[in-house]
């Protein structure tokens, strides 16, 4: 949303600024959706086209209140776009704070930005049946060697059936190729 907007409001005229908390611009596109769905160099052209347009990016800068404050005070309009950051996490007796768990969003992240921690020997088990599940479990597969080594194992569990999740046919026949197991009908 945010480059969009800013690739519009360059085009009517206007002098765009884009703050932007971590190194590279793309939000969730580049953040969330593994390279293997949606390849970084298709991202990386119409991205450089928006900020070749004439548009300044400030990396690296996080807009706390005080932060805000000054933009404010600095530029006539703002555009808050700031994406899909908190993760909707299960509450379920001991997973808060244990140490085994990880939203679905920031292992897209940390998977995305070579953030990923070693899980060498560890069994992975997604709960879920929608994108973000998908792929994770996916991602986690691809890179199967180097997350749980030989002894481990990806599993995604869903309340519903397979027919029933997000994943079109051919992702879900594509689980099966990466050796996913796929739990369903777990509640």
């Known amino acids: 949303a945010g480059l969009t907007a800013a690739r519009e409001l360059k085009r009517y005229g206007h002098s765009v600024t884009i703050f932007e908390r971590d190194k590279i611009l793309g939000g969730m596109m580049v953040q969330g959706i593994p390279i293997f769905r949606l390849p970084r160099e298709t991202v990386d ?41 908190h993760p909707s996490n299960l509450k379920l007796p001991g997973l808060s704070g244990d140490g085994h768990t990880i939203s679905g969003l920031k292992f897209m992240y940390d998977y995305n930005m070579g953030k990923v921690a070693n899980m060498q020997g560890q069994n992975v088990i997604i709960v879920g049946g929608g994108f973000t599940a998908v792929d994770c479990g996916r991602s986690c597969a691809r890179a199967a060697k180097r997350l749980v080594g030989a002894e481990g194992s990806v599993t995604i569990m869903y309340r519903r059936t397979e027919a029933q999740m997000s994943a079109d046919p051919d992702e879900i026949n594509q689980m099966h190729l990466e050796e996913i197991d796929v739990e369903t009908l777990m509640n």
């Open 45 to 85: 052209v119409e991205i450089n086209a928006i900020i070749e347009s004439g548009i300044d990016v400030k990396y690296n800068t996080s807009v706390d209140a005080t932060k805000m404050q000054e933009i404010i005070d600095d530029f006539d309009s703002v555009l808050v776009a700031v994406g899909s950051v």
